[in-house]
């Protein structure tokens, strides 16, 4: 187990944005028409996603991190700790409107113009449309990284800055909680898959710990991920409505599930995702980020990480075209700053 610092912070923005990019061909598919139509899917494919005029080059990330880079640039260019003011700022300034639709997810965009009004960013979440959506928890893996080794601040930041993301009192802020408390849990040097199951469940309040309890308890069943999918489908299978697969209370808590029965390592975990089906880039952002900040980078082929960063460079929409590696070392940068102040 690795206890370089950043490598783990590499590992962690890495597999989520290798397993975005990875998970996005197959978005929305079951877990058997994936199979149908690729067999097993363990690389990077070019696809079509929104706007079918722009074919994505393999390794081209999607809405869920823009979002994460928009949180990155915060961070980085503060240098320290953010707040949903610091996150409100970097969206008025980078985020171009004709860009909804086309890479930025269209739920997002009432709350970019509320921005734009000048709205307090801790109240901008409650005009979401769309309660309990996923948007926040599968991309604020930044809150845990700058976090690093405090799952509590961890958490009471995710719930501070997903305010402008989501209602205050909805239970996809408690998600983003213990996912961020999770990361910062994992980038310890010490650190375990239990201990941060661990951090994770303590963040969360009792109703939602009683849902990730329950998926924990059909997880340990398996040593394969493969191997549990079908047992989760007869729990999630909704697919009707706006966003019926990608509600925080599925993919987040499918995402603690592949973590654990991977045993944190960030490959098993990215494949895992990618081919569970349904909202499948958010479940390997998920699994894959946690696993990163745990284990590092070590498990994560160098030509997935050049595939990204090769399609980040020519995304004519992206917010950032910072490679991964950019990203990380600017990112550790600011974290060894708080660490100095004590």
Known sequence: MPTDLRDKIFGCIAASQ??????????????????????????????????????????????????QRMMATAIIEKGDRITAEDLAAVWRRDIK??????????????????AMEGAKAIEIGQATPFPGVNS????????????AGNPKQAAADALDIGRIYQKAEGEALQWAAGMN??????????????????????????????????????????????????????????????Y?????????????AVFRVAKGDPKACIIGSVNFGRDTDCLAAISGGLAGALNG?????????????????QNPYTVSRRT?????????????RIRSRG
């Open 97 to 114: 409107p004709e860009h909804f639709g086309v890479i930025l997810e269209p739920c997002d965009k009432p709350l970019w113009e509320k």
């Open 181 to 242: 408390a999770g990361i910062a849990e994992a980038l310890k040097p010490d650190a375990t898959v239990e201990g941060v199951l661990a951090a994770i469940r303590e963040a969360m309040p009792p109703y939602v710990r009683e849902k990730m309890d329950m998926a924990q308890e059909m997880a340990a069943k398996y040593d394969d991920v493969f191997a549990m999918r079908p047992e989760f489908y007869k729990v999630w299978n909704k697919t009707t409505g706006t």
């Open 324 to 336: 991964l590696r950019e990203t990380a070392d600017g990112l550790y940068a600011v974290v060894l």
């Open 18 to 67: 290798i397993g975005s990019a990875m998970g996005a061909a197959v978005e929305g598919m079951h877990m058997d028409k994936i199979a149908a139509k690729y067999g097993r899917v363990e690389g990077l494919m070019p696809y079509a996603h929104y706007d079918k005029r722009w074919k994505r080059p393999a390794g081209t990330t999607e809405d869920g991190i823009e979002r």
């Open 244 to 256: 019926p697969m990608s509600m925080a209370e599925e993919v987040v808590n499918k995402g603690f």
């Open 136 to 147: 926040f928890p599968r991309s604020s893996h930044c809150v845990g990284i700058m976090n």
């Open 297 to 313: 980078s070590a498990s994560i082929p160098q030509e997935w990480v050049d595939t990204v960063d090769a399609a980040t460079k």
